[in-house]
């Protein structure tokens, strides 16, 4: 498979793939397991779940793996969350609960051919990811594979997704982007949540997006409005062509057929996801 096949390929498996992995922070399911074992609703339990496989972490750990969060949001949570359950009995909810999530978005389809078949799939291309710089990706794979094919489905579109998440970061720090000047541009493409959401989110307050945006602004990268310059649409797309260009090495491990049957498959199921109320649209600046 040559560079540019590899590339189209690596983006519409991650496209398809995603919301079948992100269903995860917004499944009732999920965030109830947690507050039933004894977490916080609300953000605890996003960054216990997903810092879970780093162990008993500390705030600066997780501020850095995860990036764009206020280190102030992550530090009312971590490393207090450890102290309520455990990152092995977290990981435990979590599994147990990401695949209840994902066979109710799924129906039917959850115990069909083609679920077990992406799931091998899935799990050949995650073999072929390299854990060298990768700390979010490299613990989650340090886990055990779960035995049945939905929640082993949802397990290898996680490690696909943290490897192209570390890989991302990496890039973002090479373009001079903090995690919150990362954040106001990406939020200014209007291809992410509604600006207030974001905020709310990811904890910045509304005197810190403003400053940031300023010193977008000093830099050229954002007008007057607080939309893109064609200086910053070029970076944003630079960064997003840089991110999948370091995110094909597991498709072109597997080749180009069943890469693209990952994302022939990856398609329909994400679609039956999506409209079984996966992800809430609302969040989002398009509606």
């Known amino acids: 498979m040559d560079r540019a096949d590899a590339h189209a390929l690596a983006l519409r498996c991650h496209q398809v793939l995603e919301p079948l992995h992100a269903m995860v922070y917004f499944a009732p399911e999920v965030e109830q397991g947690f507050v039933d074992a004894g977490l ?29 969060f206020n280190p102030e949001l992550v530090a009312r949570h971590v490393p207090r969350a450890w102290g309520l359950v455990e990152p092995d009995e977290v990981l435990k909810i979590r599994f147990a609960k990401a695949g209840e999530a994902l066979r109710r978005l799924l129906g039917g389809a959850a115990d069909s051919a083609e679920l077990a078949e992406l799931a091998t799939l899935v799990r050949e291309a995650a073999d072929g990811c390299s854990p060298e710089g990768r700390p979010l990706y490299a613990a989650h794979a340090d886990l055990e594979w779960p035995g049945d094919p939905v929640t082993s ?16 970061i990496a890039v973002l720090v090479s373009e001079g982007l903090s995690g919150l000047h990362a954040l106001v541009t990406h939020t200014a493409t209007g291809q992410s949540f509604r600006t207030e959401v974001t905020k709310s989110l990811r904890g ?3 005197e810190q997006w403003s400053a940031a945006e300023d010193e977008l602004r000093a830099q050229g990268l954002l007008d007057d409005a607080g939309g893109l310059t064609d200086a910053g649409r070029a970076q944003r ?21 069943k890469a693209a049957r990952i994302a022939e498959l990856g398609r329909g199921f994400a679609r039956t996801a999506l ?9 989002f600046a398009d509606g």
């Open 40 to 68: 916080a609703q609300g953000r605890m339990c996003y960054f216990a779940g997903r810092a879970a496989p780093m162990g008993p972490v500390g705030p600066g750990v997780v501020t850095s793996t995860f990036y764009n």
């Open 153 to 168: 489905l949802w397990h290898g579109i996680t490690l696909l997704r943290e490897f192209r998440g570390d890989g991302h």
């Open 204 to 206: 910045w307050s509304d």
């Open 237 to 257: 797309d630079r960064i997003e062509e840089r991110t999948t260009a370091v995110a094909t090495g597991p498709y072109q491990r597997i080749g180009p057929d």
């Open 275 to 283: 409209k079984a109320g996966a992800i809430p649209r609302d969040l």
